[in-house]
């Protein structure tokens, strides 16, 4: 029954006049889609990788000679390289975790009945919704040790948050969970109002306490969803370009990707940026894949 639906049509409908099938039907609409995916994300990518084993310049007309393994050694030996990798990883710690928290936060806040309650999760969503690139210039106006609003708020006199070595990559981490943390916050709303009021309920008959209900009924039954949106805002984390290259030029804060796009197109090292590319590639997808293991045991539970 399942074959006659695929293969064949009402009598009486246009395409059976044509003489289309189900199958010719579908495969109008596949083949064009898996043809710009294969020209647009598998060829560069296999395009690049051939690159990588190579020591080509974009910038000269030098042939492209190839060089084995040479550029992964290169790189996996380069201490500043490792230095840019530890960076990151503070980075992405830093600024998953702030979002995780704040944004379960006000989602916890807002699955209740309050007045104006679509509006103010509207605008918190804003954030969100906005440009990196604008979000790290207005961030920048905030930090300005001269008339930012950050000091004045703070009590601070004239601090310079993004010239501090020590500083500039939490300021940058506090950005990014402004940004980002209402992202958290709308998956875990959706978890929140997925979770059954009767064991609520029946926690409140047996008057269990409020910690006890959350450790036991919430926490649980939301952790699925939050796995998720650590793992999408993990890797993010870890291709975030845009919001520390407005922000910040110190050493503290060259992330991985800024160090990719110097290695690229200010030093034009196109073979070795390639094989850094897809070692960021490897590591990015082991994370998400270690991620999603433990997605399935949360799910399992």
Not at 87 to 98: D, E, H, M, Q
Request: proline content about 5%; charged content about 15%.
């Amino acid at each position: 029954m399942a074959s006659q639906v695929m293969t064949k049509l009402d009598p009486n409908s246009r395409s059976a006049a044509r003489g289309l099938s189900d199958l010719t039907i579908r495969n109008l609409f596949i083949i064009p889609t898996i043809a710009f995916l294969i020209i647009f994300n598998i060829f560069p990518l296999l395009y690049s990788l051939a690159y990588s084993f190579t020591d080509f310049r974009a910038s000269t007309n030098a042939p492209a000679n190839f060089v084995g393994l040479q550029n992964y050694r290169d790189l996996l030996s380069d201490p500043f390289i490792w230095s840019n990798f530890s960076i990151t990883a503070k980075y992405v710690l830093i600024s998953v975790t702030g979002q995780v928290i704040v944004g379960f936060g006000l989602a916890m806040l807002l699955n209740r009945q309050i007045p104006a309650k679509g509006l103010i999760t509207t605008l918190l969503l804003l954030p969100m919704m906005l440009s990196m690139a604008v979000v790290g210039l207005f961030w920048k106006l905030l930090y300005d040790p001269n008339f930012g609003i950050v000091n004045y708020i703070l009590g601070l006199d004239k601090f310079e948050w993004l010239a501090d070595p020590d500083v500039a990559l939490y300021a940058i981490a506090i950005v990014d969970i402004w940004m980002w943390a209402p992202f958290v916050m709308l998956l875990s709303l959706a978890g929140l109002s997925a979770v059954p009021k009767h064991l609520y309920e029946a926690a409140e008959i047996d008057r269990a306490s409020g910690i006890y209900t959350f450790f036991r009924i919430t926490l649980p039954l939301v952790a699925p969803i939050l796995m998720i949106a650590i793992i999408f805002r993990t890797m993010e984390a870890f291709k975030t370009f845009d919001l520390a290259y407005v922000l910040s030029s110190q050493p503290t804060t060259e992330l991985i990707a800024i160090r990719l796009y110097k290695m690229a197109f200010q030093e034009w090292q196109t073979g070795m940026s390639s094989a850094f590319a897809y070692i960021v590639l490897i590591m990015v997808v082991a994370i998400t894949n270690i991620y999603v293991k433990y997605l399935n045991k949360v799910k399992a539970r």
